[in-house]
């Protein structure tokens, strides 16, 4: 899993073996299990984590209890409540595995030490916080934007084979719409074929 973390990184920065290595001492690898909680709202997160098998979701509570996906992170994304975790606050997203999903669990201490030690370490969270920057942008916009027709056609495109891996009122979430309106939305796509 390490080896697949490293092969991610390399794809955005140049990192030598040996800084790679030293980066990895305060790192462990951990299996979550299908539905386990990865990181609850309350406390301020300490760890970023790295998707090598899996699947996470990211959601919100309001004020009355609803439950919304507010993300979806698949393989070889990095994943955080990441707002709260550069703050220095309680958390406010409950992160959860879907399925049984492997990480590499990347302790604070870690990341501290690679923004001070790799020769690229500022590059590379400079280039983490710009993927996830343009992610939220484009989620806002397609919430505000996009019909909710638009929403289902694109979502594949952001997470690839969603449909097979998310139950639906999960993805009906994410979208903003009820269950019954997906549902809608697929039996309109299915009878055009």
């Known amino acids: 899993m390490m080896e697949q973390m490293k092969h991610a990184v390399r ?3 140049v990192v030598t073996d040996d800084e790679f290595d030293l980066f990895l001492k305060g790192c462990s690898v951990r299996r979550y299990l299908k539905n386990e909680f990865v990181s609850e709202p309350g406390k301020v997160p300490q ?8 699947l996470i979701r990211v959601t919100v509570t309001d004020k009355e209890g609803n439950e919304h996906t507010i993300h979806f992170a698949l393989e070889n994304q990095f994943i955080a409540d990441y707002s709260s975790y550069i703050l220095g606050q309680d958390a406010l997203y409950t992160l959860q ?13 870690s990341i501290d030490w690679g923004y001070e030690q790799l020769k690229e370490g500022q590059k590379l969270g400079r280039l983490i916080a710009e993927y996830y920057f343009i992610y939220q942008d484009n989620r806002i916009k397609n919430l505000y934007a996009r019909t909710p027709k638009e929403r289902y056609d694109s979502i594949s495109e ?8 998310v139950p639906q009122h999960m993805i009906a979430s994410y979208l903003g719409i009820t269950p019954v309106h997906l549902s809608r939305l697929k039996k309109s796509d299915f009878s055009k074929t």
């Open 97 to 109: 595995a879907l399925e049984d999903t492997d990480v590499v669990v990347i302790p604070r201490a």
């Open 158 to 165: 952001v997470f690839p084979n969603i449909h097979n891996r």
């Open 47 to 54: 760890h970023i984590f790295f998707i090598c098998k899996g």
């Open 11 to 13: 794809t955005m920065v």
